[in-house]
């Protein structure tokens, strides 16, 4: 029995190589089991994959030329810009002091009277008073800070009474 199933354990191991090495040579259209649509199918996965590639590519492209071009604009907006004219930059200067007294005088005078405060002319003023402070840095060409000075903190509360 033992010589049997060594016999038959030779005799398909004989056989295997020559059935594995013959193709099917039946149908032209079909390779590898595969017919015609299946590869239409794969090289349209493919095309669609190197598509959505070089979209995603180019939107990674111009999602990068958008961030240099930001900080480009922002570099740009931190250069100094040339002076003016002296007598332009004089001119400009003792309007904006005369304004910021102008200013000044009115904001005090709303806030001595009786009665509440009126916030929204109290923002505007604001906004002209920093308004003005920013042209007068520029036109009197002050030094830069030096690093690491901060500026002291003003507390003012919330309350009406503390924002006189």
Known sequence: MLRLVAAAVVFASAITP??????????????GGRNDSERERERGNREREMRETREREMRER???DRQFNLRML???ARRPVERREPQLALAQIREDFMRLQAVNNDMAQTVSREGALDF???A???????KRAERLMYNMALPEPEKGTKRP????GAEPAQLK
């Open 120 to 122: 929204k002319f109290i």
């Open 62 to 64: 111009d999602l990068r």
């Open 153 to 156: 903190k003003t507390e003012v």
């Open 18 to 31: 020559s059935v594995s090495g013959q193709q099917d040579n039946s149908d032209p259209g079909q390779r």
């Open 124 to 130: 505007k003023s604001a906004s002209e008073v920093k």
């Open 74 to 76: 922002e570099n740009e």
